[in-house]
């Protein structure tokens, strides 16, 4: 069973850097796409970053205007996003996702699988 556990969140002041991990257990994420999505409270879920296990190519939505860099370490199965200038908007819960097919998609009906969120809170 697919396991995706989520930590690295809290409160930062605007301008300021947080790292976000995501831990996978259960398969072999070869074949996945693995996303970050994020929710803030009252609006939709909301498509960050995507990485495409087998080849490293990575995928942003046209808010992290570079400020944001997801990775994956193969070696431990886990999944960073970094974040950089934050910004009081990009306050909300992170998700991590796994989507069961090598194509990216940018909509949270694309994952199979889901982890708990984490909360990023981006205040002076």
């Known amino acids: 069973q697919v396991q995706l556990v989520e930590s690295g969140g809290g409160l930062v002041q605007p301008g300021g850097s947080l790292r976000l991990s995501c831990d996978a257990s259960?398969?072999?994420?070869?074949?996945?796409?693995m996303g970050w999505f994020r929710q803030a409270l009252g609006k939709e879920r909301e498509f960050v970053a995507a990485?495409?296990?087998?080849?490293?190519?990575?995928y942003y939505a046209d808010f992290v205007e570079d400020r944001f860099t997801i990775s994956r370490d193969n070696a431990k199965n886990t999944v960073f996003l970094q974040m950089n200038s934050l910004k009081p908007e990009d306050t909300a819960v992170y998700y991590c996702?796994?989507?069961?097919?090598?194509?990216?998609?940018?909509?949270?009906?694309?994952?199979?699988?889901w982890g708990q969120g984490t909360q990023v809170t981006v205040s002076s």
């Open positions: 259960g398969r072999t994420f070869r074949n996945y796409v």
């Open positions: 990485v495409r296990w087998s080849s490293g190519n990575t």
């Open positions: 996702a796994a989507r069961s097919n090598i194509l990216v998609s940018r909509v949270p009906q694309g994952y199979d699988y």
